[in-house]
């Protein structure tokens, strides 16, 4: 009887510590995320930006903050703002970008929960078009962007898991 006791409770352990990790995941997810920007990842400007907006799905901490970075990571100086009224919009005025290339926006947002949300894209100045409106680098920003999100499949799984471990004990046990 004791033997059957620690393979359950060994069992049991493991796909609740498993459902636990792998759970949080789906929760970070449900957080502040970017909903639109301007400029827009992989977008090809041909002016220099006054500014930088970005708008999240939520509300965003007044802790908030973006920064800009040029092709060799030098942070560009952005003076961010957040509205009181509209909370989920962050703003970058007095954007000092001179010169054509690739820049990155890397946000850290705080949700209206705590939690802390990052990411980035990259967007790019071409001044002379010298590209007619395409970049290299737009299929790469564009792929940056992408929130990763877990596969439908792994839910399954996970759902398999609960219905089978139970099964898998008992058949267990009776050996």
């Known amino acids: ?3 059957y006791f620690c393979k359950t409770k060994i069992l049991w352990g493991i796909l609740i ?6 759970g949080q995941s789906y929760v970070i997810l449900a957080h502040a995320e970017l ?3 301007n400029p827009a990842p992989g977008q090809v400007l041909t002016d220099f930006p006054d500014e930088i907006r970005l708008e999240f799905n939520e509300s965003v901490g007044l802790s908030s903050t973006f920064t800009v970075f040029d092709s060799d990571f030098n942070t560009i100086p ?4 957040i509205n009181a009224s509209t909370d989920n919009i962050m703003t970058g005025r007095n954007v000092e970008i001179s010169e054509p290339g ?7 947002v705080i949700s209206t929960d705590g939690h802390r949300i990052d990411g980035s894209y990259s967007f790019a100045i071409d001044p002379e078009n010298r590209n007619g409106g395409t970049h290299d680098m737009e299929l790469m920003a564009a792929a940056e962007s992408t929130a990763v999100n877990l596969p439908g499949w792994f839910a ?11 099964f898998l004990v008992r058949n267990m046990t009776r050996n």
Request: with cysteine; proline share 3%.
């Open 1 to 3: 009887m004791k033997q």
């Open 17 to 22: 510590g498993l459902c636990y990790y792998f």
């Open 35 to 37: 909903a639109s920007s």
């Open 78 to 81: 952005v003076l961010v703002e």
């Open 102 to 108: 690739v820049y990155t926006v890397q946000w850290l």
């Open 156 to 166: 399954w799984i996970m759902v398999a898991l609960a219905i089978g471990v139970p």
